[in-house]
């Protein structure tokens, strides 16, 4: 793994993200079946009042999906995925002044929500989908690249790897090569570990406990680990009881350098945020 040398500014269509701190990406699903807020915020009107609501917590960034990616979840049209995600997307970036990433692998979906004013490309399978590489290229947004092998619907019937951190740094070192192919320059790229996508969770464990490793690739660390499943794993917990979990990895990941926190808890995450930067700049 080779590291490259970067700006902390990152252009993000109309705005710029200031890497060198650290930031919270609010989840907002636009889906019936994510596994954690499926169908809370299908319509419009509450997507963006919740959007609304996260920006006023602090979020600087809200990840606008429409294609739920839990492990068995069903497969959606292009035409649906963008009938879902076009309209909010247009209305966040009309009335409000935050950066919006779009969750998707879908080609069509990454240029049209590129046109309405998204800045970023959030893509879990790391532009593999036909088309996917030349479509983010031609946005000329950034693009967060994740770790997964398979698909969603099959990533955790028996994932194995020797070295779990190293394999992970090997598949995004060879996706920022593919990337740069086609004239994405890793001065655009995020990458992100991909906790819970085809991992078990001793697989999730370590990778959070050698994630510095991956600081050799020279990009920024995105880290989404609200409410998944290795804190209901390691705690015993349902979805609905995973806060306390999830805060002391949104913690634990911005102390490791992580420069953007994906997370459903935004008001809570951002004063983890808050109070670790205010210990840090104490003399």
């Known amino acids: 793994m080779t590291s490259v040398q970067s700006s902390t500014r990152l252009p993000c269509g109309n705005r ?6 650290t930031h919270v990406m609010g989840i907002l699903n636009v889906t019936p079946d994510s596994f954690s807020d499926g169908g809370r915020y299908s319509q419009l009107d509450a997507a963006l009042r919740h959007a609304e609501a996260m920006v006023v917590a602090g979020a600087t960034l809200i990840d606008v999906g429409g294609e739920s990616t839990r492990p068995g979840a069903r497969a ?6 963008l009938e879902r995600v076009a309209p909010i997307v247009e209305r966040i970036c009309r009335e409000l002044d935050v950066i919006i990433s779009v969750d998707t692998s879908t080609p069509a979906v990454m240029r049209e929500t590129a046109r309405l004013g998204a800045g970023l490309i959030n893509d879990v399978r790391s532009l593999r989908r036909d088309g996917a590489l030349d479509a983010a ?3 000329g947004l950034p693009v967060c690249l994740m770790h997964m092998l398979g698909e969603p619907g ?7 790897y020797q070295d779990v951190t190293k394999e992970v740094g090997e598949f995004l070192a060879e996706r920022m090569a593919q990337c740069a192919s086609v004239g994405i320059p890793a001065e655009r790229i995020i990458l992100d570990p991909g906790f819970g996508f085809a991992k078990t969770l001793q697989h999730n464990l370590s990778l959070f406990k050698h994630m510095e490793a991956l600081h050799a690739l020279g990009r920024p660390l995105l ?4 409410r998944k499943s290795m804190i209901g794993q390691a705690l015993n917990r349902p979805v609905g009881e995973r806060l306390h979990g999830g805060l002391a990895l949104a913690a634990l990941a911005s102390v490791k350098g992580a420069r953007i926190l994906r997370v459903h808890d935004v008001a809570e995450t951002v004063d983890v945020v808050r109070m670790i930067a205010a210990v840090e700049s104490a003399e």
């Open 16 to 21: 710029v993200l200031d890497l060198a701190q």
């Open 76 to 81: 959606v049209s292009p035409l649906e995925e």
């Open 137 to 139: 290229a031609a946005t």
């Open 154 to 160: 099959d990533m955790q019937d028996n994932p194995q």
């Open 223 to 226: 880290v989404g680990v609200s």
